[in-house]
């Protein structure tokens, strides 16, 4: 049995003290990978704890993939969680303040109201959504787990029209009716934003702010009070130590790839997560760089297609990826250090560009440790944005550059003017700086929170036959919605980006639970254009998938720039042997289109054996919609068969 010497008087809470005592047990090898926990109900009556709190610890080692909950058997330790490499590194920066490791154990799942306008607050220390299926006790209809395994990526649309958007038959039926729900996260929450607080922020900087600061030109990366209140909340609420030099602000996470693209140079090859965002992949096919995919399973980043790609600078999100929602373990994150901190093989330094787009979301238990507050050589690039927590109008998003690259930054772009206004830069600083924006982010926390939950306990009250499975669940704005006919379809369901050649008799065979369509990607049109006939628009997972990984590939490429021609348009483009876009004749063009329809269809043969699967966001989802957009949704599903 595990023993730890808990501090009820400490500012920490007990689950946050048990869960650091657990992984350092990990870390330093004294418990072993394989090894059994103590079940949650057993280590609490040892500790004189609530279960609750034993789950809060658990549920947050599962998350970051020091241990794995099995079905029916318990809690085991996962491999890879022993390396020290992952230990946050203690700084001495900003006169010996306190480092990353020491930041992250600050307890960050505060409470709130239950939806915007109610006043009930919940203790801070419970925990929403329990670690086996994370919907409270519809674990037993919506199936019990972590798994997140959607198979390879199809390329079934055009490269121009890939991506969330609904289609023309679902904005037409749509449009014949009242729109019920929008599940796509492209709609955006209403009521949830501060604009007293904004205004009265605005105008106290207005009268009390230098007119100065205001009219003055400033630093292309930005005004100084802005980066400095964006590093002490990075430091406070990320565990990171960086110096306000180190940022960089932009009108919104594209325009900054783009300068990353010139500061990097575009000689190098850069890589993406496939499933992944479609916009990101005509960012980077915009700014004319190689562009390869790097395959996933449930636990992250497949290091041998990372390996594959011949990639210098690799885009990744590791603490909620987009669309899978999966979560790097551990182990992948130390395999992902380890591959940024080696040379390329054209003698090149490798960088991770880590996306940390939604963050502030995690729904219980304590944000995932970033890449950046783990990372010895200087080889991380943070990114993210404030889109997610002030809405898609506030267009201000900033990078973390690594110092040597803050120096060559200041010397090759220093001559570009900050792309954002002086008077959004100093009121969001002051915003941070007097706790309004994480007093709004711990409400709008709470309020997602309650509609997850609300939306996976009606989802579980009307699917009777428990043909619906939600996965990764609480980890951020999204989750996954997975359609089955039986447990078969759901055991079966391959890693995501799996060459054909690793199991062909298993690629090969009907999938249970689309026997009656061609393949997943089918039935996932077919329920979502039937979703839409009642009003509720879906974002099918076959629309973020840009093709196989690299290792799929005869030539060792990807499928991406080589197979199926440049991003953007029609396959007219092929790669020089320098890594390079040279434009092609009329009649390759038609011989490369001709390529990327068989390759079509053996990626459609690759996808059916995993479960039609959806990615789900409701935050823009009215409390009192959920029941019928559950009803709906269950019916598209029946009915689509």
């Not at 999938?511 to 839409?532: K, L």
């Amino acid at each position: 049995m595990l023993t730890y010497q808990l501090d009820r008087q400490a500012g920490d809470p007990l689950y946050a003290q048990l869960y650091r005592g657990v992984r350092n047990d990990i870390e330093s090898g004294a418990l072993l990978a394989g090894q059994r926990l103590p079940s949650k109900r057993s280590l609490a009556n040892h500790l004189g704890l609530s279960v609750i709190t034993v789950e809060g610890a658990y549920a947050q080692l599962v998350a970051e993939g020091y241990i794995e909950a099995r079905p029916r058997c318990g809690f085991f330790v996962c491999a890879g969680g022993e390396s020290g490499i992952l230990r946050c590194r203690e700084s001495t920066a900003h006169g010996g303040g306190v480092g990353g490791a020491s930041k992250l154990r600050r307890h960050c799942a505060e409470g709130g109201v239950a939806f915007a306008g109610e006043g009930r607050n919940e203790p801070c220390d419970e925990v929403s959504f329990p670690i086996d299926a994370g919907i409270g006790r519809a674990e037993n209809r919506l199936g019990a787990g972590t798994e997140n395994r959607f198979g390879t990526g199809a390329v079934l649309n055009d490269i121009t029209t890939i991506g969330a958007c609904p289609s023309a038959v679902e904005k037409q039926a749509c449009a014949n009716g009242e729109l019920l729900a929008d599940l796509t996260g492209a709609a955006a929450p209403a009521g949830l934003f501060p604009y007293a607080a904004w205004a009265r922020t605005m105008r106290r900087m207005l009268s009390d702010g230098s007119e100065e600061a205001l009219l003055s030109s400033g630093d292309g990366r930005g005004t100084w009070q802005l980066r400095r209140a964006i590093a002490n909340h990075l430091r406070g609420f990320r565990g990171m130590e960086v110096n306000p030099e180190q940022i960089v602000i932009g009108s919104g996470a594209q325009t900054l790839y783009g300068l990353l693209v010139q500061l990097l140079g575009r000689q190098r090859v850069f890589a993406i997560e496939n499933p992944g965002y479609p916009r990101l992949a005509r960012i980077y096919e915009s700014n004319d760089v190689p562009l390869r995919f790097v395959g996933l399973d449930e636990k992250g980043p497949l290091p041998d297609s990372l390996a594959a790609t011949g990639a210098s600078v690799f885009h990744c999100m590791p603490s909620h990826q987009f669309p899978t929602g999966v979560t790097t373990a551990v182990a992948r994150r130390r395999q992902l250090l380890e591959w940024a901190a080696a040379p390329a093989p054209d003698g090149l330094r490798r960088y991770l560009i880590e996306d940390d787009f939604d963050c502030e979301f995690r729904m219980s238990g304590r944000p995932v440790p970033p890449l950046q507050a783990l990372d010895e050589a200087e080889s991380v690039i943070y990114a993210n944005t404030f889109t997610k927590t002030l809405g898609a109008a506030f267009r201000i998003g900033y990078m973390v550059l690594p110092p040597h690259l803050t120096e060559q930054f200041r010397r090759r772009l220093g001559f570009y003017a900050c792309t954002v206004g002086a008077l959004e830069q100093l009121t969001l600083a002051r915003f941070i700086e007097s706790g309004e924006y994480e007093r709004h982010v711990n409400r709008q926390r709470a309020h997602f929170r309650k509609l997850q939950h609300a939306f996976a306990a009606a989802l579980a009250e009307a699917d009777g036959v428990g043909r619906l499975r939600l996965v990764n669940l609480g980890v951020g704005l999204h989750f996954v919605m997975e359609v089955a006919k039986g447990p078969d379809d759901l055991e079966r369901s391959r890693a995501i980006g799996t060459p054909a050649t690793d199991a062909p008799n298993a690629w090969n065979a009907a999938a249970p639970g689309v026997s009656n369509m061609r393949d997943a990607a089918e039935a996932e049109e077919a329920i979502a254009a039937r979703a839409a006939q009642f009003g509720v628009l879906l974002a099918p997972m076959s629309r973020y998938c840009f093709g196989t990984d690299s290792a799929a590939g005869q030539d060792g490429r990807s499928a991406g720039a080589g197979a199926f021609g440049k991003f953007g348009g029609p396959a007219c483009a092929e790669e020089e042997p320098s890594g390079g876009i040279r434009r092609t004749s009329r009649a390759k063009a038609l011989r490369s289109e001709a390529v990327s329809a068989a390759r079509r269809r053996q990626f459609s043969a690759l996808v059916a054996q995993r479960p039609p699967s959806f990615l789900v966001n409701c935050t823009a989802l009215a409390p009192e919609a959920i029941v019928p957009t559950v009803n709906a949704i269950v019916r598209a599903v029946e009915e689509a068969d």
